[in-house]
């Protein structure tokens, strides 16, 4: 079964950055897309931003500020979050596809962002 393990959230200040990273338990290769979700309190979980082979993408409410890049050598995805804003506070979920699989998930990393 895959494993993705999240780290590097935390508590920021208004304006500030933080990189999530999502470490797969196997070759990243293997995945038809991965991206990050994110669930605040009350809301239910959408989608921030995802990466397949040949493209990303990002929800309007991240554009310009949030970007999600791959270490293939690390099987490792990052989401580099700049200017965050206190609505941006939320639990991150990264996730990954696989054809014929079902979706895998982390666990989960709190980000809060504090005015």
């Known amino acids: 079964q895959v494993q993705l393990v999240e780290s590097g959230g935390g508590l920021v200040q208004a304006g500030g950055s933080l990189r999530l990273s999502c470490a797969a338990s196997?070759?990243?290769?293997?995945?038809?897309?991965m991206g990050w979700y994110r669930q605040a309190p009350g809301n239910e979980r959408e989608l921030v931003a995802s990466?397949?082979?040949?493209?990303?993408n990002y929800a309007d409410a991240v554009k310009g500020r949030f970007t999600i890049s791959r270490e293939l050598a690390k099987n490792t995805v990052y989401l580099q979050m700049n200017s965050l804003k206190l609505e941006d506070t939320a639990i991150y979920y990264c996730y990954a596809d696989r054809r014929s699989r079902s979706r895998a998930w982390g666990q989960g990393t709190q980000v809060t962002v504090s005015s």
């Open positions: 196997i070759s990243i290769f293997s995945f038809d897309a």
């Open positions: 990466i397949s082979n040949y493209k990303t």
